[in-house]
């Protein structure tokens, strides 16, 4: 038995062994981002470029799987990339602690490629990742407006053109097709409607008020752990389809 002999049992060695070879990037390693890089890594998946530009943050804690009280002040690049490696040692782990943008996106997405999950907070970059995904035919998953939800039921995938109730993903759908883009983008959202009342219930979720200084500040929004850790989650699944067959086949009659 070897540390991902169930993983073998259930989807087969030739499975296991496409997932070895895979290579998948995850941009944004927050309270979704970090539950996508654990699902992935303990999938087997045998390449991982995890992006973020961030260090963690006490009030990272409540929801964010690499914020511990000892780890607070690091980079979460470096605490992701030691947590995969203790995972599986035969990871190749690529970190890049930068700033997801228009300049950048040609970096993230470098090839080779065959998934990349999208977990970025801010609105512009989201939509600079997304677009410059399409135009390099990079398959893309990407999590919506998770903050200020408390139904998991609510939870739904989609193609971004198909998505509804979510306002993250009627602005991202909104710019998108102002760049002549549409379809192609596989979402995790909810259709559960934002808190009434809080302030940016209409936009991503911000990160706190003394995050580093980039994009436009905006007030935090109150988030569950249990509901971010299933979107990434679910963005991990969604990035696994794309590498192995993951649905059993229909029953004969």
């Given amino acids: 038995m070897h540390r991902f002999s169930r993983t073998e049992m259930l989807l087969g060695p030739a499975n296991l062994a496409r997932l070895r070879a895979a290579r998948v990037a995850v941009v944004g390693l927050g309270a979704v981002g970090s539950y996508a890089v654990e699902g992935l890594a303990r999938a087997g998946v045998g390449g991982l470029r995890l992006v973020d530009f961030d260090v963690i943050r006490p009030s990272n804690i409540n929801r964010q799987l690499y914020a511990l009280d000892s780890t607070v002040g690091r980079r979460k690049v470096d605490v ?49 990742l997304l677009a410059a995904a399409l135009q390099a035919g990079v398959p893309i998953v990407s999590s919506m407006g998770a903050a200020t939800r408390l139904d998991y039921r609510c939870i739904r995938v989609a193609d971004l053109a198909e998505t509804s109730v979510c306002p993250l993903a009627r602005l991202v759908r909104k710019r998108l097709k102002k760049l002549g883009l549409g379809g192609g983008v596989t979402c995790v959202y909810s259709v559960e409607p934002p808190a009434v009342g809080v302030a940016g219930a209409g936009e991503p979720a911000a990160e706190e008020a003394e995050a580093a200084p980039r994009g436009r500040r905006r007030r935090p929004l109150g988030s569950l752990s249990c509901l971010t850790g299933m979107f990434g989650l679910i963005a991990a699944h969604e990035a696994l389809r794309r590498i192995v067959p993951t649905e059993r086949p229909a029953a004969k009659p």
Avoid: M
């Fill in 80 to 128: 992701a990339a030691e947590r995969v490696r203790d995972i599986n040692p035969d990871c190749q782990v690529e970190t890049l602690c930068l700033f997801a943008d228009r300049a950048t996106a040609p970096q993230i997405l470098a090839p080779p490629l065959d998934a990349a999950i999208d977990a970025i907070d801010s609105l512009a970059p989201k939509v600079a």
